[in-house]
């Protein structure tokens, strides 16, 4: 291509983005009545967002689009804005109403939506007034450049907005966040009783006032990020709501909604647990969650470390009340089984493994013969020596009973 042909070029491209400018500046004494017009479009498409977060809503909306449109139509026509109206920097504008609108709770798709309508609704009537002011110089290459003008600038500016709604939608969940785990530790300090903070608690974590509520604790050895966002999903496609905390150490989750009961929950929860885990209903609402995260906490304990499974505190209960009194426990083990862990290894092992065979069918030699697959003599034979050994027997209810415990005792995991 010769120069000339190049500066005939720039030339005509020049003179098509001035007429363009003209254009766009005609639209510029009907700002507030074409804006005025895509709100009400938004209004009625949207009727119900609208109406669920409150009149405050439309009174923005109606004032944002009105400053939209004016900023918009003094870029597009090259106009320098008045002092009375939109602020001078238009990406701004774009990023504070994305901000604006995270904050109100508006999806995201509501706003594209509405900037799509604006572009549009702004495009017909740039093509109206070309077709009522024939003396006004808008041809078709005119509205052809300026089609493609607002329409490139819809790009930029939904751009714009995504990164700041997003962002803003970020910060604003970090702030829940932080505030549901500063509720949760509340509660597990004891401000449950508080009855004046336990409304404000509910209202923090959204728990209704007939949800049912459970602790769950996780005893993590290892990073299982994968498989406790596995486990959040399965809860939520179940519509139990979780909020999760990790307090020394110790990742644990209070549950809400209607929940089963224990077993009904740690069947729900067993199979996706990365690690051992405790469940516990708290009884009378958040007051009773600190004692429920206690209980929670000693289920998961009575399990071995490399167990994966899911224990109620009623399941564990004797197991639960040993960890809770350690020196309880020792002084249990010492006069109950003590003579019976004494005794060498083998004989050790036979005696433990045919009283809890005995325990397990209420004192039955017959019973307890079959799950240890042996006769029935040689069971009476170990439980005399168990006897003897104990001073206990098993036809007495306590000592039944210290010698479940001792048992429970004696099996719960080191430290």
């Not at 400018?21 to 209004?43: C, N, P």
């Not at 594209?112 to 002011?133: F, I, K, N, P, Q």
């Not at 003396?135 to 290459?141: K, L, S, V, W």
């Not at 042996?374 to 009476?380: G, M, P, S």
């Amino acid at each position: 291509m010769s120069a000339e042909r190049v500066v005939d070029r720039v030339g005509v491209d020049a003179d098509l983005a001035r007429a363009v400018a003209r254009a766009w500046g005609l639209l510029l004494d009907t700002s507030d009545s074409i804006a005025d017009s895509i709100t009400l479009t938004l209004f009625e498409k949207n009727i119900d967002l609208y109406d669920h977060v409150g009149p405050e809503l439309r009174a923005d909306v109606r004032a944002s689009c009105r400053q939209h449109i004016r900023r918009g139509l003094e870029v597009l026509s090259d106009t320098t804005p008045g002092s009375t109206h939109s602020p001078v920097n238009a990406t701004e504008l774009w990023r504070e109403t994305g901000r604006r609108r995270a904050r109100q709770g508006v999806p995201l798709e509501h706003v594209l939506h509405a900037y799509t309508t604006g572009a549009r609704v702004l495009w017909e009537s740039l093509v109206a007034r070309a077709e009522t002011d024939t003396g006004a110089g808008i041809d078709e290459r005119v509205l052809l450049s300026a089609a493609s003008t607002v329409w490139s600038n819809l790009d930029v500016q939904n751009a714009v907005l995504i990164d700041s709604y997003r962002r803003e939608g970020a910060r604003l969940q970090r702030q829940d966040l932080q505030r549901q785990q500063a509720t949760l530790d509340a509660l597990l300090e004891g401000r449950g009783g508080d009855p004046a903070y336990v409304e404000e608690a509910r209202a923090s974590l959204g728990i209704g006032a007939g949800d049912d509520l459970a602790c769950v604790v996780l005893l993590q050895e290892v990073d299982a990020a994968d498989e406790l966002g596995s486990l959040e999903d399965r809860l939520e496609r179940l519509g139990i709501g979780a909020r999760w905390h990790i307090r020394s150490g110790v990742y644990f989750g209070l549950l809400f909604g209607d929940l089963p009961d224990e077993a009904g929950l740690c069947a729900l929860l067993g199979p996706h647990t990365p690690a051992r885990m405790g469940v516990a209903r708290a009884i009378g609402g958040l007051p009773g969650f600190a004692t429920a995260f206690l209980l929670a906490n000693r289920a998961a304990e009575t399990l071995a470390r490399n167990e994966r499974r899911a224990v109620s505190v009623a399941d564990r209960l004797p197991e639960v009340l040993m960890i809770g009194s350690p020196q309880v426990a020792s002084v249990l083990i010492a006069q109950t089984i003590g003579p019976l862990l004494s005794q060498p290894d083998a004989q050790r092992s036979t005696l433990l493994e045919t009283l809890e065979a005995l325990l397990r069918h209420d004192g039955s030699p017959t019973h307890a013969a079959a799950d240890l697959f042996c006769h029935r003599n040689t069971v009476i034979y170990r439980l005399k020596q168990i006897e003897t050994l104990t001073g206990r027997t098993l036809s007495d209810p306590r000592d039944k009973l210290l010698l479940s415990l001792a048992l429970a005792a004696e099996a719960r995991p080191p430290g």
